[in-house]
Antibody
Framework: EVQLVESGGGLVQPGGSLKVSCAAS????????MNWVRQAPGKGLEWISH????????YYAGSVGGRFTISRDNAKNSVYLQMNSLRAEDTAVYYC??????????????WGQGTMVTVSS | EIVLTQSPGTLSLSPGDRATLSCRAS???????LDWYQQKPGQAPRLLIY???RRATGTPDRFSGSGSGTDFTLTISRLEPEDFAVYYC?????????FGPGTKVDIK
């Protein structure tokens, strides 16, 4: 079965750090770019980071640049998001998503179920 | 940064109605890189339309996408009960790969 499973969410104090993970299965992981998208409670979707299949190309949203780091381990079929200097406004469900890419378009065609990160004292 | 604006914020319709959702970009987006997602409460988003007009696997043909440049539209020809949800557009043409704020389609 093709799936993405996030883990590692939880409660963290402001200024703290947390690393969330996403385990992929059912497809050739290294052939796909991966993304993290978050959703604050009751709010819309916010794209936050992209990593290329080989791990060399990385992009970040301005709201997390310099604080969050995306990485991947193709041997473990996993993508990670290291989050430092966390703020209350980082409280959200964090989704990982696979990027489908072809001459016809690029889109997030597969999503995990999300992991909740709460930043609070 | 490309800002996407979606309208209306909420669309109140009845099953069987036609729904027309708009996504407007602050600068031109290649139609290849404009996508639409559906999200239901408590669920992850689901890809509906990619490349502005191409239905993703499993997307019913009552969903159609159109548009170019800065103006894009998602149309649901006849609303089914399972279509009441929030719909987001996203551009994947240039980083940051922004989402619109969403349009909620609810039951009138």
């Amino acid at each position: 079965e093709v799936q993405l499973v996030e883990s590692g969410g939880g409660l963290v104090q402001p200024g703290g750090s947390l690393k969330v993970s996403c385990a992929a299965s059912g497809f050739t992981f290294s052939s796909y770019d991966m993304n993290w998208v978050r959703q604050a409670p009751g709010k819309g979707l916010e794209w936050i980071s992209h990593i290329g299949g080989a791990g060399r190309t990385k992009y970040y949203a301005g709201s997390v640049g310099g604080r969050f780091t995306i990485s991947r381990d193709n041997a473990k079929n996993s993508v990670y998001l290291q989050m430092n200097s966390l703020r209350a406004e980082d409280t959200a469900v964090y989704y990982c998503a696979r990027l489908y890419s072809s001459s016809s378009g690029r889109a997030l065609d597969m999503w995990g179920q999300g992991t909740m990160v709460t930043v609070s004292s | 940064e490309i800002v996407l604006t979606q309208s209306p914020g909420t669309l109140s319709l009845s099953p069987g109605d036609r729904a027309t959702l708009s996504c407007r970009a602050s600068q031109s987006v290649s139609s290849t890189y404009l996508d639409w997602y559906q999200q239901k409460p408590g669920q992850a988003p689901r890809l509906l339309i990619y490349g502005a007009s191409r239905r993703a696997t499993g997307t019913p043909d009552r969903f159609s996408g159109s548009g170019s440049g800065t103006d894009f539209t998602l149309t649901i020809s006849r609303l089914e009960p399972e279509d009441f949800a929030v719909y987001y557009c996203q551009q994947y043409g240039s980083s940051p790969f922004t989402f619109g704020p969403g349009t909620k389609v609810d039951i009138k």
